[in-house]
């Protein structure tokens, strides 16, 4: 395999030296670029003979833990599910379970990541967390989920891309320390929800046009005028009820959230990066873990992501994942740069 | 007087909010104890230990007569969610007196 510890657009301020004392740099430079194309051109074609956005990396296989708190908020609750162990009967335990391998197969296989902290971190999940809990999260070490409180949500395990948010969180935690709060705090969840929705798109092997786009489909109960709690594709547009009111999530800096709630808002926000990704993968078509995952996904891991991170910052972030994996004259790139245009970030 | 509960984030970012209210001397008997048991001086800060919050966790933001904090779920523990949860069940019990969602 060929890697480059130079970046492309060095290689090609070099190669376009005209100087006779660069001659030799500018040609190795123009050597080096015509391979990195090549790489670049193989990076954004599936491996033949595998599934679409499979890529050739072995991660080790999970290590599931599932426990039950019992309705107590003690945690992590006593073990009903090992790995390799038989489907408990209890739903949210096995949702829960399943959920968790799903997840893993689409760090393993597309992004060649082993486990949350790449490192092959076990996998714990509680479910039965609290009385009528309606919330699920991620505590920096293993996920939490309630029982829902049977009148606005039902189990928050019912979700595969609630589960697929989650784990996010880690592999969030693990590769980037993006602050919980305004800006970055809404990056970070925007992120756990492109990498949910991508967990249930990978297991339905569905494309960008066939996915729904909404995080937490099902969860709500039949009581509730909504079908999820955000849309990608739509932010705003995910529930409208007498009780819960309308969905908040602004899809363009326009309208801008300004609020100390919610750690700055950092769940109302996270539409407008939300809709960026939607735009891509739309734009690009077919599956969205493919070009559109690995930009999002290299723009996280690429260490260029500060604590306090703004949407302008990261939005720059992926526009040189996409110019590093695929060229600055590539289709990706148009489409990432395009996208947050849409959505009013300036880059 | 009046206390409010405040319930915001969580995965779901949706806001709910309890409310009730201490007219009678026997409400105020009961509500002014619970209230004068909170730490309201103590706050933890943002970045304090134990003040920050964890992805997904809900925020909550209450008042009671002159007093207000803003607290990470986590942080709701003893006196406080006593008090949480008091002003909680009392709020939902009117509500369904009053036959709403």
Request: net charge negative; proline share 6%; aromatic share 8%.
């Amino acid at each position: 395999m060929y890697c480059s510890i130079i970046p492309p657009y060095i290689l090609k301020r070099v190669a376009a030296q005209d100087a006779p004392q660069f001659s030799a740099a500018a040609r190795a430079a123009k050597e080096a670029l015509l391979h990195v194309k090549s790489v670049q051109a193989a990076r954004a074609q599936p491996s033949p003979g595998l599934p679409p956005g499979v890529r050739h990396v072995k991660a080790g296989p999970p290590q599931r833990t599932v426990y039950d708190a019992q309705e107590a908020e003690i945690l992590p609750g006593n073990v009903v599910r090992k790995e390799g162990e038989p489907a408990t009967g209890d739903p949210a335990a096995d949702e829960a379970y399943d959920g968790l391998g799903h997840t893993h197969r689409l760090y393993a296989d597309v992004f060649g990541r082993n486990s949350i902290d790449a490192q092959g971190l076990p996998l714990d999940a509680t479910v039965h967390f609290g009385k009528l809990y309606d919330n699920a999260f991620w505590d920096g070490s293993q996920m939490v989920f309630g029982d829902g409180d049977g009148e606005i949500f039902q189990r928050f395990t019912l979700s595969l891309s609630v589960i697929g948010h989650e784990l996010a969180h880690g592999v969030t935690q693990h590769s980037a320390g993006l602050a919980y709060r305004n800006q970055a705090g809404a990056i970070n969840e925007s992120l756990s929800d492109v990498f949910g929705a991508l967990v249930e798109q990978f297991v339905a092997q569905q494309t960008a046009a066939e996915a729904s786009w909404l995080i937490g489909e099902g969860l709500f109960t039949s009581q509730v005028e909504g079908s999820a709690l955000r849309s990608m594709k739509a932010p705003g547009t995910a529930y409208d009820d007498d009780v819960l009111g309308k969905d908040p999530q602004p899809d363009s800096m326009d309208s801008y959230v300004r609020t100390s709630a919610d750690n700055g808002g950092v769940h109302i926000n996270s539409g407008i990066p939300n809709r960026a990704f939607y735009l891509v993968a739309s734009s690009l078509g077919g599956y969205a873990w493919d070009s559109p995952g690995r930009i999002w996904y290299d723009a996280l891991t690429s260490g260029s992501l500060k604590a306090d991170t703004t949407f302008r910052a990261f939005a720059k972030v992926t526009l040189a994942s996409a110019e590093e994996l695929f060229g600055a004259a590539s289709k990706e790139h148009d489409a990432v740069k395009l996208a947050w245009e849409t959505v009013k970030v300036k880059l | 007087m009046k206390i409010t509960v405040q319930r915001s984030g969580g995965i779901a970012a949706l806001t709910r909010e309890w409310s009730v209210k201490a007219v009678t001397p026997a409400d105020k008997s009961r509500w002014e104890p619970l209230i004068a048991a909170c730490p309201w001086d103590a706050i933890p800060g943002r970045d304090e230990d134990g003040g920050g919050n964890q992805p997904d966790r809900f925020m909550y933001s209450i008042r009671a007569g002159q007093h207000r904090a803003t607290l990470p779920e986590r942080a709701v523990t003893g006196p406080w969610r006593i008090l949480v949860d008091n002003t909680r069940a009392a709020a939902e019990a009117a509500r369904n007196k009053d036959g709403r969602r």
